[in-house]
Structures are given as C-alpha cells and as structure tokens.
C-alpha cells in the first residue's frame, strides 16, 4: 500500500514569491494534517481536514497560507508570498479520521522550504 | 494546553549499548502516546503507540510503557545500532478533536 505522498520533496524561491505544496494521502483516510517542523523542532499542525472540511485551521498564517483539499483526498498548501522565516519543512500526514478519534497519522516525506 | 517535554539531545552510545530516551507529558484527560522516528532527509515514521495506561508499546526492538502515574512514556533498547541513529520525536494524542503534539526531538548518533 502506497504511503502518504508529497511533492515537491525540496524548494528554493526567493523572498516575496508564491509557492505550493500538493499531498496525496493513503487512500480511505479522510483525515489530512499539514504540519510545520521548523529546524530542531517538533512539528506544529497548520490546519486539519475531515474530508473537505478545515476542521482546525486556528494555527494557519491565514494573512499568507492558504489550504484546500477538494473532493476530500489531495491536498494542496499554498504560500504567496513567502518570506525568510518560511523556510522550514512542511509535512503531511493522514489517518483514518472521524471526529474526536486518536487514530494513529502516518506521515509523507516532507517538502523542505528555503527561502532566499 | 497539552505538552510534550523530552530530554535534550544529542545522546552518542557506541554500537550494543543500552538506550533510554526520556519522555513526560502534560494533558488533560487520557491520551494515546507515541514515539516517531526520523532518518536522516526521510519523514516521520510510527515506531510504537501505546493508548492506555500500563500498555506498552513495542517494535524493532525498542519499547515504551504508559505509566500515567508518572506521566512518562520512555523509549528504551537494549542494544543499539548504527542503524538506529535517527531524531526521535515523542507526541500525544488527547481525546477530542486535537492534533498531536510533539516534543523537540532527540538526535541519537550510534557509532560503531
């Protein structure tokens, strides 16, 4: 069974450009997180889904970043635009979902953000 | 709110020796508790869970158990190897509709 997928895996822009990120989760998990891992930390959640729905976006740069998982299953995440203290590695991840639910997310590989 | 606090890296052991990493968290209710793992340019893998009290959570040769006394959910191995060298990140789960949160990470460097 193919694992959450995410592309692209690295990403150079400069300061001010847009850039977006696309994940694809395990199939049947209808709940999708975007995560932030900043350099030598753990990551943070940016924003979750329940299918379609943004269930929890309350930590979402919202003056920025912009999400959106139509038809419930791919994902992308949107910068526009990017500043300095973007560059990090955002990730993905998917799990079985329902509401309330501690179901074990399975994670992709990361794209890894540096902005110039 | 919910925390994870785990101890600071990095830890160096030579190839066989025995591992613990320390994790505690603060949460209200009852969480799951986790223990990912990082490779070196990889994404976050599972490496064991454990959802209830007194449940230990076990694979590859590395275990943790819930002890909700303590409030601490430590990984250990008996016998490390180079292979094992990773970032290993510990995390909850609480009930209700909330994100895991992690810990800062511990850099293992296994040499041989």
């Not at chain 1, 709940?31 to 924003?47: A, D, R």
């Not at chain 2, 510990?90 to 850099?107: D, E, M, W």
Request: proline share 5%.
């Amino acid at each position: 069974e193919a694992g959450v997928v995410q592309s692209p895996r690295y990403k150079i822009i400069e300061k001010k450009q847009p850039v977006a990120f696309w994940c694809n989760p395990i199939s049947g998990h209808n709940t999708l997180y975007w995560y932030l891992q900043n350099l030598g930390q753990g990551p943070e959640l940016l924003i979750r889904y329940e299918n379609e729905e943004a269930v929890d976006d309350s930590q979402l740069p919202k003056d920025r970043f912009s999400a959106e998982r139509l038809k419930g299953v791919d994902s992308t995440l949107k910068i526009q635009p990017a500043e300095l203290g973007d560059s990090a590695v955002y990730l993905c991840a998917s799990s079985l979902g329902g509401q309330g639910s501690q179901e074990t997310q399975y994670f992709g590989p990361g794209t890894r953000l540096l902005v110039l | 709110g919910d925390s994870v606090t785990q101890m600071e890296g990095p830890v160096t052991l030579s190839e066989e020796a025995f591992l613990t990493i320390n994790c505690t968290y603060t949460a209200t209710g009852y969480p799951s508790l986790f223990w990912y793992v990082q490779y070196p340019g990889e994404g976050l893998q599972l490496l064991l869970k454990a959802t209830k009290a007194d449940d230990k959570g076990s694979n590859k040769g590395f275990e943790a158990t819930y002890r909700k006394e303590t409030t601490s959910f430590h990984l250990e191995k008996g016998s490390v190897q180079v292979s094992d060298s990773a970032v290993y990140f510990c995390a909850l789960i609480n009930s209700g509709n909330t994100p895991l949160v992690f810990g800062k990470g511990t850099r293992l460097s296994v040499i041989a």
